[in-house]
């Protein structure tokens, strides 16, 4: 048994090790997934203006700063009791912000910070086995998605196009989302009962503007088929089939084209969704379109017992079709994306606040009331420096995060989970495809893919918010009434890009914060072990993968782990976001601690 | 903007600034203060000039990546013109990088190609890079540093290791400033102990460097997140020698080691706000989503010393007060707590916001004549 960490995993949010143990066949057997990182954040909040909470909650995480000031202000309007008043326009300007910002995190994510494994020298020596073909291959994934600075066997790789291509348009989608919020990232604008700004009939033209120019970059790089196309076929198709069936008909046709003359560049037709899309899974790739090797990126993170997995969804984007107002409390219909439970065997189910719990078994918090509703939940951090020690093993605790269950269950948040819960007809296609298979549905294909599929349909849904939706004449914001807020709660569920956020706000006879808490997607996806020893959705997904590049072809190495990097990164993992602390009942206070 | 320095900026409008020597240059920045100066030449900066490579090494601490990501936002120059242009090794940034840290059996596993770890160590033993600290450091628990761990070091030990081989160190946001909102005052933060690089809040020699007796010099650019015009001037102008580290920055840092041309002592956010012409009438918002001054919904704009309001953010398109938002002060050294209340009103908590009198008394006279002048406002409209 070897032991193999990596630590840390770069090109994520904040800091994380993987550490796992390794067979003599290079299959991972165990693993931990350890948060490095404390940042006592939420307790800042306690006894101050809720309404701060908006803006400073943002600055639990840069990447995605609006998700946290959107599931805030949905926690305040449901505080001074105002979220059935919060005007349809102000709503629509929430979506605008939201879904710019989700395309932005998702195109860094797969560009920026995801893409650059692709580069990784480990595939030009597999690929190299496949003579013409596989050389071809690599040209491609290294021409496309390297990194800055980057070197391979002493020789300086200039930077990928498609990757050094995606950084002006993150700019680009940044500065839309500055033109409604004043700046991004840490953008003004979230406020309890609507939104600070008001876009005039200008903003809507230059947002227009905006959103034609990354439709642009759409078309050249990341997918060649007429994006109308795309949706009417995939998003929009009758069933879950025909959406499987069009990308594979699609990809035939490109496969049949260039196999013969080993081209697969842009100009023969393969943007980088469609390269992914063929090569990055041996169901589809290898099975379905005859190629002559894959990444096999659906054999690695994987969950083997579908009874230790669900994917959860909180919901996100208003439904403004009825006008004014929203329930806080009930995201299911009242969303563009829905909220739902998945079990691992893909049913759903109507989700429900009041099933979570959190576990600090495994992480360095005391312990003395066991599994509780965060609502009502405890946690004493260690303060003590010889009880901060990673190295113990499964059975110790090992990481700064919390452990969430629904109904005991560990979720699996994130595009895939929200893609599944609204039934979406191409990811709900390929999942059920993988696991009729016999793969797992959900694996790093169909993460990345689910990922891809969500930018497109939330691309699609804001040019409907910015043009048809937005009335420049409307009403933008209700006044709040402050005492309100006196002995008031507040629920804000919502999505961020990497999945279900949820904080959760109480006021005291003061109308001050007494207590504040968020839960937040890298919480679920990178949790460790609960009290009954069952691991969280990373360390799950782990167990059973080989480490190397396409299934150990060319044996053990362990000292390049690709498919660590792959799986990890495949949830987008936040851990600034997972490692905020906060105080939940107020009763623990001052030495107690919430890490969520 | 004071009109005397307006018309310094129109004087040296046909001045090219990189061939300005350095004594004409320091004396215009001195003389500029307040101004836009080198945003007036940021063409100039990264015109196609040779220089030698110079290393960055980019250390991400506690933080929440938003500097990052704002640097990713960069225009004249971007993020890619600064390195290119300026011949800028970006060769360790940890959100950004080929490698990972790889152990095998506890073990640094493989060559600096592919270890992040490996790499880190090469290039602070072969030293002569530029080093940016993004994100505070814990000092806690108990001193240590545990609170985080990068590889198999804390935080405090990477920094330990870093700081001393560093050309120059720049500490990017208010978290690497002055601790930011890590260090806000909570009932936990005596045992999270966060500290900025040189400065713990206001004060100049709380830092994680005092703490382990290294003496650098330090350049902070904060901002909540950072301004990437800020990050890549100044260090464009640190690359071409235009500061020259150390001797030049006690003329071009304020008390709280900004450059003063991006952080004026004597001019803050209010002065060219877009909606100053309804604070000098007198007509304020009291509702978020009006057009008014934002004062009564807790604007700072007057206690910050930051060029947001000629700047803007995001290719210019906008900023915090244009788009409704009351600026919360986040370059100031005690962000966010001597911001808060964010919506209420600061003049009932004092003009210093907890600020030392001795060392920002131009703050404390810019705000009191501020505060003065809404009263004076008011005795206007008789309310």
């Known amino acids: ?596 | 903007m004071s009109t005397g320095t307006k018309n310094l900026v129109h004087i040296l409008d046909g001045v090219d600034f990189l061939k300005m020597d350095r004594r004409t240059f320091m004396k215009a920045v001195g003389l500029l203060g307040a101004t836009v100066m080198l945003d007036s030449y940021k063409a100039e900066i990264v015109s196609a000039l040779e220089f030698a490579e110079t290393k960055l090494v980019w250390l991400h601490g506690s933080e929440c990546t938003g500097c990052s990501e704002s640097l990713l936002n960069g225009g004249n120059p971007d993020i890619v013109q600064a390195l290119n242009k300026l011949n800028v090794n970006l060769a360790y940034h940890e959100t950004l990088l080929a490698q990972q840290g790889i152990f095998v059996d506890g073990k640094l596993a493989n060559t600096s190609e592919l270890n992040s770890e490996i790499l880190l160590e090469e290039l602070i033993k072969e030293g002569n890079y530029i080093l940016i600290v993004e994100g505070s450091i814990p000092n806690g628990p108990q001193g240590s540093g545990k609170y985080l761990m990068i590889g198999k070091k804390t935080f405090k030990e990477i920094i330990a290791e870093a700081a001393p081989n560093a050309n120059a160190i720049i500490a990017v946001g208010s978290c690497a400033a002055y601790g930011g909102i890590t260090s806000a005052d909570s009932d936990i933060a005596k045992d999270t102990d966060y500290r900025g690089v040189a400065f713990a809040k206001e004060n100049p020699k709380g830092g994680i460097l005092q703490e382990l007796g290294i003496d650098k010099p330090v350049i902070n650019i904060p901002g909540c997140p950072a301004h990437p015009d800020w990050i890549l001037l100044t260090l464009g102008a640190v690359i071409l020698g235009k500061i020259k580290v150390p001797e030049d920055l006690p003329v071009l840092l304020d008390n709280y080691g900004r450059p003063k041309v991006f952080y004026p002592p004597d001019h803050t956010v209010h002065e060219n706000c877009p909606r100053r012409g309804y604070y000098d009438r007198g007509e304020f918002d009291e509702q978020v989503g009006g057009e008014k001054c934002l004062w009564k919904l807790g604007c700072k704009a007057p206690y910050a010393h930051a060029d947001c309001a000629i700047r803007k953010w995001n290719g210019s398109v906008s900023f915090c007060t244009q788009a409704g938002g009351p600026c919360i002060a986040c370059v100031e050294p005690g962000f966010p707590d001597t911001s808060r209340p964010l919506y209420v009103e600061a003049e009932d908590k004092g003009v210093l916001l907890g600020a030392n009198i001795d060392t920002v008394s131009k703050v404390a006279i810019g705000a009191a004549a501020v505060v003065a002048g809404v009263h004076a406002v008011r005795r206007i409209k008789g309310e």
């Open chain 1, 1 to 596: 048994m070897v032991n193999v960490t990596v630590n840390p995993l770069t090109r994520i949010e904040g800091h994380l090790s993987v550490d796992t143990d390794v067979d003599a066949n290079g299959v991972i057997t165990d693993s931990r997934s350890s948060c490095l990182i404390f940042r006592g954040f939420e307790r800042i909040l306690q006894k101050q203006d809720p309404r701060d909470a908006a803006l400073l909650t943002q600055r639990i995480c840069g990447v995605c700063p609006i998700s946290h000031g959107l599931a805030s202000t949905n926690a305040l309007d449901d505080l001074y009791g105002v979220a059935d008043q919060v005007p349809k326009d102000a709503l629509v300007m929430r979506n605008i912000f939201q879904g710019l910002n989700t395309i932005a995190s998702h195109a860094t994510h797969i560009y920026v910070l995801w893409g650059p494994d692709l580069a990784n020298p480990a595939y030009r020596n597999v690929l190299a086995t496949l003579g013409d073909t596989g050389n071809a291959v690599w040209k491609e994934m290294v021409g496309r998605f390297a990194p800055i600075s980057y070197k391979i066997d002493g020789q300086s790789v200039p930077v990928g196009s498609s990757y050094i291509a995606a950084i002006p348009e993150k700019k680009r989608l940044q500065e839309a989302i500055a033109l409604i919020a004043g700046r991004m990232p840490g953008s003004v604008s979230p406020y309890p009962g609507g939104y600070t700004y008001k876009a005039n009939v200008g903003d809507i033209v230059k947002l227009s503007s905006y959103y034609l120019q990354v439709m642009d970059f759409v078309s050249k790089y990341t997918l060649q088929v007429p994006f109308d196309a795309w949706i009417a076929n995939t998003y929009k198709a009758s069933s879950p089939q025909k959406a499987v069936s069009f990308v594979v008909e699609h990809l035939k046709g490109l496969v049949d084209k260039s196999l013969t003359s080993n081209d697969f560049s842009r100009e023969a037709g393969w943007g980088d969704a469609e390269f992914y899309a063929a090569f990055g899974s041996e169901l589809v790739g290898e099975t379905l379109l005859g190629l002559p090797a894959s990444l096999k990126h659906d054999k690695i993170g994987g969950y083997s017992d579908p009874s230790k997995i669900a994917f959860l969804a909180y919901g996100g984007f208003y439904n403004t079709e009825n006008g004014d107002g929203y329930d806080p409390t009930s995201p299911e219909g009242d969303r563009f994306q829905t909220s739902g439970i998945v079990t691992g065997k893909l049913e759903y189910q109507k989700f429900d606040s009041s099933k979570i719990t959190e576990s600090v078994a495994h992480s360095f918090y005391d312990d003395s009331k066991g599994d509780l509703h965060p609502t009502v939940g405890e946690t004493i951090p260690f303060t003590d420096p010889a009880k901060i020690d990673y190295t113990g093993g499964s059975d110790s605790k090992y990481t700064w995060d919390k452990a969430p269950r629904y109904e005991g269950i560990p979720c699996e948040v994130g595009p895939l989970s929200r893609m599944l819960a609204m039934k979406e007809p191409l990811v709900t296609g390929l999942a059920l495809a993988f696991n009729e298979k016999g793969y797992s549905a959900a694996n790093v294909y169909t993460r990345m893919m689910a990922r891809i599929q969500e930018t497109v349909i939330i691309a699609n849904e804001l040019l409907k918010w910015v043009t048809v939706d937005y009335d420049p004449n409307g009403k933008i914001s209700v006044p709040i009434d402050l005492s309100a807020a006196k002995n008031s709660q507040g629920m804000g569920l919502w999505e961020a890009p990497r999945g279900a956020l949820g904080h959760w706000i109480s006021a005291g006879s003061d109308g001050k914060v007494a207590n504040y808490q968020a839960i937040v997607p890298s919480s679920w996806n990178m949790s460790p072990r609960d009290a009954a020893g069952v691991p969280g959705p990373l360390e799950q997904s782990l167990i059973g993968s080989k480490i190397n590049a396409v299934g150990n072809i060319l044996g053990v190495d362990y000292s390049n782990p690709v498919s660590i990097f792959h799986i990890g990164r495949s949830y987008d993992p936040c851990i600034s976001c997972a490692v905020h602390t906060i105080d939940l009942t107020g009763k623990n206070a001052p030495n107690t601690l919430r890490i969520v």
